[in-house]
């Protein structure tokens, strides 16, 4: 049976689109469930046929799929980094057309239906990868698909962001057979009985997306959050990264424009204020931050408020007598050597002040991803607020703890999209999520809306209530259900107020962390290194 290769283009196409139109900021998640299914068929139709170079015409038609997706869901990077949205979408895509390249491979080997299963692991694993080595960009992670649609979702809690991609996954396999026992009935029109066929696979696909959905409908409606409040302040000053942030409006008029938002925002009883990444931009020492004038200043606007506190963010660093990191870089006029950090500096109305350095560094920008084999590339990286070259960064999520006892989660900008890695942060006695940000790098594209509704599949993996403080992009409130209870306008400066719930429970989740693409990925290496085994046999072992 010979296919016309041009019948086949419309299939990835299709896909690309639906896979986009899915995508928040858009309130169509549930063509999730059916968007891979064009690719599946493009990779029958080229398997039936008689091309010669099968493999080479899969990876094109399925890269010109995700080349699409990747291209129209993430575009808005180019905002901050032209290079930086070239190696995102090539890498994304290649990486997504890697998985059907494989189960094409896979499924000359051992059939079809044991394919589709060896896919799904496949792409599990690919996401858990993409999450975890330097190169880490889970943005398109399929669950975070769902962030539109919280009430869908509240046994993340359980799964995590991967229980949504192993939905979607599912959900499309089975429509993919549906679609083959389909057009095997319409050929058999001498039998009516054929198309009995469908039905146990259309009730499959039925119970398989509203049975997780009624579920996930009854979580939301019986849960209740403890009463167990803090009164918290967020302050957006809406500064411009380009033109203000770091160019034409200096340090101290951005603090005191910080301040006078803050006092008129501020309580007697407010008891944490929040200001956006890098909102103190001058470098801090931190040895002598104790005596530096933005710290003092201010430790003195949080006088009036008896139980206050302030979570900002800060550039600052360190100085050493050696390469003490492998980040360091040398004074030009010395023999010392500094880190330079992206930092939230957590300040009291007292003298305590405690530190912790961004740990989830955004590759290209704030670190240089495999320093040893690709700095050549340094020179290409932007400077998003701190200095060039890779930034300094600690090695676990650290708990801000105020006076009070109240575990505060500092969540700087990129960590967010991490659910394991904001976990640990709970694990580590965090009560509340503070999450930092500056999103105006991006200007108004779907970047910042993406970005903050991200922040909804954190609070339902971790029960916690967060605060979302933006400089220019979307501040807000959410519960504890996931549902945003306030929220800022985009380029809009402004302050939020809100009595957030605390929550000690530790959820399922938060205990055992992304369990389900870790198996995932043990199946996948499985299924790999066998396909490794069977081309080396082939290859040495002439057939008899």
């Known amino acids: 049976m010979k296919i016309s290769l041009d019948k086949n283009l419309y299939l990835p ?239 101290t008029q951005q603090l005191e424009k910080l301040i006078a938002l803050s006092k008129k925002a501020g309580k007697p009883d407010t008891e944490f204020f929040i200001w956006p990444e890098t909102a103190i931009p001058q470098n801090i020492d931190e040895v002598g931050i104790q005596k530096d004038f933005f710290i003092n200043s201010a430790k003195d606007f949080l006088l009036p408020y008896k139980n206050g506190n302030l979570l900002t963010g800060a550039n600052t660093f360190k100085s050493y007598s050696t390469k003490e990191t492998s980040t360091a870089r040398k004074y030009e006029e010395s023999e010392e050597y500094y880190d330079v950090f992206n930092t939230a500096i957590f300040i009291e109305n007292s003298s305590g002040t405690q530190i912790y350095h961004k740990s989830k560094l955004v590759p290209g920008v704030e670190q240089m991803p495999y320093p040893n084999a690709l700095k050549f590339l340094e020179p290409l990286a932007i400077n998003l607020g701190g200095s060039m070259g890779s930034l300094g960064k600690d090695k676990n999520p650290t708990v801000f703890f105020s006076q009070a006892g109240i575990g505060v989660a500092p969540i700087i900008c990129y960590e967010s999209i991490y659910g394991e890695y904001v976990a640990e942060y709970v694990k580590n006695g965090a009560q509340v999520l503070f999450i930092i940000t500056n999103d105006g790098w991006w200007g108004n594209t779907s970047g910042h809306k993406q970005h903050a509704l991200y922040a909804k599949l954190r609070a339902i993996e971790t029960r916690r209530s967060i605060a979302r403080c933006a400089n220019t992009g979307i501040s807000s409130f959410i519960n504890q259900r996931g549902e945003v209870m306030a929220e800022s306008k985009w380029w809009t400066q402004t302050t939020l107020s809100a009595n957030l719930n605390l929550n000690d429970e530790i959820t399922f989740y938060v205990e055992y962390g992304d369990w389900i693409p870790k198996l995932a990925s043990i199946f996948a290496a499985i299924i790999l290194f066998i396909l490794i085994l069977r081309s080396i046999y082939k290859k040495f072992i002439p057939a008899t």
């Open 13 to 251: 196409v299709i896909a690309g689109l639906l896979l986009c139109i899915a995508w928040p900021p858009l309130p169509l998640a549930p063509f999730l469930f059916i968007a891979l299914v064009p690719l599946f068929i493009m990779e029958k139709n080229i398997a039936d046929s008689d091309l010669k170079d099968q493999t080479a015409t899969v990876f094109r038609h399925a890269f010109i799929a995700f080349f699409i997706f990747n291209s129209l869901t993430i575009y808005w990077i180019y905002n901050a980094s032209l290079f930086g949205a070239i190696v995102a979408i090539l890498l994304g895509s290649l990486l997504m057309t890697m998985t059907f390249v494989f189960y094409h491979r896979i499924k000359k080997i051992v059939g079809l239906k044991s394919a589709l299963t060896a896919f799904v692991f496949l792409w599990l694993a690919y996401e858990y990868l993409h999450a975890n080595w330097d190169l880490n960009f889970p943005w398109l992670t399929l669950g975070n698909g769902f962030a539109n649609y919280h009430t869908w979702i509240q046994w993340y809690e359980y799964t995590g962001v991967y229980g949504g991609s192993l939905w979607v996954l599912i959900i499309n396999v089975i429509a993919f057979q549906l679609w083959i026992k389909f057009k095997e009935s319409n050929s058999n029109i001498e039998s009516s009985k054929s198309y009995l066929r469908l039905i146990a696979p259309t009730v499959q696909i039925i119970f398989l997306v509203l049975i997780p959905i009624l579920f996930s409908l009854t979580i939301f409606d019986q849960y209740l959050e403890k009463e167990n409040t803090t009164s918290v302040v967020i302050v957006q000053p809406n500064i411009d990264p380009y033109g203000e942030k770091f160019g034409s409006m200096t340090p």
